[in-house]
């Protein structure tokens, strides 16, 4: 799906100007929209594949409080080494025929469906895309009123919900302890009159930016949502860019002075520093790549085709690669990330060739270095590849 066919009927454009960021939204579809995103079918195939779940990612909750993992989890080889947590799929259903609220975190790599669905969001908001599936029922409430540090679209695939969304709207809230940590009360005071009661359906969607309180209310029968959480680059990415950037200034290293007024001034001069680093040509640069690169890898294996056929065209993969010599040495450079590799002088000129194009055939590689045989060709293009730097497309 595209995002213009997932906001229908409103469509991308109206959404995007009028209600991203600044109101909550609610979309009525055909009870067959999402059908090919989540199903029941799919999701009990997810569940059942029981050795991807731990109590981290599978967790339960009921009548507004966890579930602790011990009550339904017993310890397991991980699938990495070690030791996890794992749910036991009969404790599990007994909490489900309770009516507790069972909560499937980071699907969003889990199918082609998925993955797509969030590619899709993410190209058309600049952000990244985590998705959250939230199986409910018997009119047990999971959570109690709260907000969000991200965007919320949630996505209705089966039975229906009853969101109750208020006026109230905490300050562009994030994943930290100052918003995480807010007790209850606070949350009742600052929730707000109640904006609109919402029924959701089978094809329905709520959007709820970012910090907007609500809580949800399942009807008797079972019921599936899909919260896909957005967010964006903020002004604290920057702060964090900085602090890389002024490890590399003795100003920044040196010991604080203890005498006031000596303090005051180094401050002050740090301050002129960060100023100054903030209105260059690279900091500018790197942020811009930064943003425009700001999503998760969603990326599609093509087998057989992947193995017994050569791909024949490539596209890169970022725009903010650049060579750089340093010390003698060509690095190759992504100036969002500052992530380097050092390139070898043989390949130096076909690196280059390859990071100044968005696309290429291979054909073109060939007549631009036509020295190279087919396998010396290979291995460098297998290498770009491992690296992210290209792709086949």
Known sequence: MTFDEIMAPLGAARF???YLGKAPLHLEGPPDKWAAVMNWDV??????????????????????EPVPPSAYCAPAPGRDGGTVLRPDPTKVKAYLRRGATLVANDIDQLTPELRAFCRAMEEALGGKVQANLYLSSKRRQGFAVHFDTHDVFAVHCMGEKTWMVFEGRAEDPIAHPMFKTLPPEHHEKAKGKLWKEVRLKPGDLLYLPRGQYHYAL???????????????PIGLDVVTYLFERMVAEPLARANLPREPAALARRLAALGDRLAALCSDARTLSDIRGFVAGYRYPREDYDLPDLIERAPNRFRRCFDDFKLVEQGGKTLLVRTSTREGVEVPAAIKELVGWVVAREGFERAELERAFPSGSGGWLDTVLAQLEKMRVIAPS
């Open 218 to 232: 399942a009807e008797d029968g079972a019921c599936c949502h899909i919260a896909f959480g957005v967010t964006y």
């Open 16 to 18: 995007l100007e009028e």
């Open 43 to 64: 999701l009990n195939r997810l569940l059942g594949a029981s050795t991807i779940w731990s109590h981290a990612s599978l967790p339960l909750v009921l009548d507004k």
